[in-house]
């Protein structure tokens, strides 16, 4: 009898090891296509005809419509079942991709990209809320969590040097054909090693409320954009801004009253994740500037080529790792709170760094010291602040704890991208140093030094917050 136990209890772990691998490949294949496009726009706009405006939209209807989705498809994992939405959002990605893959009009790939967005939305936060439920216990989910950022982290960085080799010697099209493989045997695979899981009582989904909630951050994140192309005074963003916080107050007053709403407020105000997403917003949107102009200011100011500037990136994939490695066992000994606090403090500490590259500065006594430091302290960062703002959450409720988590990283990203690279803009545009290079370090310097202060707010946030948010049994003391 114990033999047979034992080995039902192997197959198991097995079967959840197995089942975290797939789950982590597709979001590698998520993550990719945050940022996949970008070294090949110039060959899209050749090849398409896209003109300057249009082009923009390439990157930014993935991200309206995965920012603007999350909520919405979170709480549907939730009702209707985590393993079926998250299969569907991966045939979903994966069809969106053949489309990009073969457009043959500006229009198909932009709509390619919106429904790809789509499906990053059902995907993501389904897959993240079947690891928490894969994974119960502190320690474990920990390391899971651990796992799934450090292939995250690759994916983002990985996939500049990717989009590089493929635009270069074969086409721009084979960044999107590659994601097929891995969404056909994700399909195929997953139904095998994870069981459906969905809310235990019966429930309906809240339509207002996920009209209004969705009409919030799809206004929020196309405003953010606008305001980014444009900027805050322009009436195509202040426009869907204003939009935003009317539909965010009428969001609010209806979940209030009813039955069964999709975000109930007592979800929200749980403290000890309110301080987790609040300190994630922070991170996320000097984290998202910070990879945007850096590749900018590597290309335009350093002078590297597309795939040179992919291969620089690489260093900060192995830190990350290194971060993510070290992460569980500084929350272990430390506790979340000072685990955290330290390691938004190195992540400010490196980005204050890379603020100091200069022009004429090389790769390895400039680039490489802010990057790595910046890449250590942001892998410790992201497995303890994904424990912390998934704290609490059950079976009820998992996949809308992800799904906020999701939405406020990629609301953050927005907020960083748009604000920083507005700030860097100005501070460039505002100076009458000789030499254009100069102007654009300085630019690019105020903007990071910005971003180092966003992360140290975050820090003080949680240093003087976090450790008053009382966690559930189980998590790790504070």
């Known amino acids: ?23 982590c490949f597709v979001q590698f294949m998520l993550v990719l296509d945050d940022n996949v496009v970008s070294v090949a726009l110039p060959s899209m706009r050749d090849d398409l005809g896209f003109g300057a405006a249009g082009l923009a939209w390439v990157v930014n209807a993935y991200f309206l419509a995965f920012g603007g989705l999350l909520l919405l498809f979170g709480r549907m994992a939730d009702l209707l079942g985590r393993r079926r939405v998250f299969l569907t959002g991966v045939a979903l990605f994966g069809a969106a991709s053949l489309v990009c893959g073969l457009a043959q009009e500006p229009w198909q790939l932009v709509a390619g990209r919106f429904v790809q967005g789509a499906g990053s939305a059902m995907a993501s936060p389904a897959a993240l809320a079947l690891i928490a439920l894969l994974f119960p216990g502190s320690a474990e989910r920990a390391r899971a969590f651990g796992i799934w950022g450090g292939i995250a982290a690759l994916g983002g960085t990985t996939g500049l040097v990717i989009s590089g080799a493929l635009t ?10 590659i994601n097929l493989p891995v969404a056909l ?40 954009l606008r305001a980014g192309e444009s900027s805050w005074g322009d009436a195509t963003a202040a426009g869907p801004l204003v939009l935003a916080v009317v ?181 460039r545009d505002g100076l009458t140093v000789e030499g254009s290079q100069y102007a654009a370090t300085e630019g690019f310097s105020f903007a990071l030094v910005v971003a180092a202060v966003l992360v140290a707010l975050g820090a003080a946030v949680i240093a003087a917050l976090l450790g008053r948010a009382r966690p559930p049994e189980g998590t790790p003391d504070v």
């Open 185 to 224: 045997a994700a399909v195929l695979l997953l139904p095998r090693l994870v069981p459906e899981s969905r809310a235990g009582r019966a429930a309906r989904l809240d339509v207002p409320g996920a009209v209004l909630g969705t009409g919030a951050l799809v206004a929020l994140v196309y405003g953010l």
């Open 168 to 177: 270069g010697l074969a086409s721009w099209r084979w960044i999107f054909l």
């Open 1 to 23: 009898m114990t033999s047979v136990a034992t080995t039902a209890g192997a197959d198991a772990v097995g079967r959840r090891g197995a089942a975290l691998v797939v789950l």
């Open 247 to 427: 539909l965010a107050v009428a969001f609010v007053a209806v979940e209030a009253r009813a039955a069964e709403p999709l975000v109930p407020l007592s979800f929200l105000s749980f403290r000890f994740r309110a301080v987790a997403n609040g300190a994630t917003l922070l991170f996320s949107a000097a984290m998202y500037a910070m990879a945007f102009l850096l590749m900018v200011h590597l290309q335009t100011v350093l002078g590297y080529r597309p795939l040179a500037a992919g291969l620089a990136y690489l260093p900060y994939g192995a830190g990350i790792l290194a971060g993510m490695w070290l992460s569980s066992r500084a929350v272990a000994r430390l506790g979340m709170r000072p685990a955290l606090v330290m390691s938004f403090l190195i992540t400010a500490a490196g980005l204050l760094l890379l603020s100091g590259v200069a022009p004429d500065d090389g790769y390895a006594s400039g680039v490489l010291p802010g990057m790595l430091v910046t890449s250590i302290g942001c892998g410790l960062s992201l497995p303890a602040l994904t424990v912390a703002a998934l704290t609490g959450t059950t079976e009820e409720n998992a996949g809308l704890g992800s799904a906020v988590l999701s939405s406020v990283q990629q609301i953050g990203g927005a907020v960083g991208v748009a604000m920083l690279v507005a700030l860097a803009t100005r501070r």
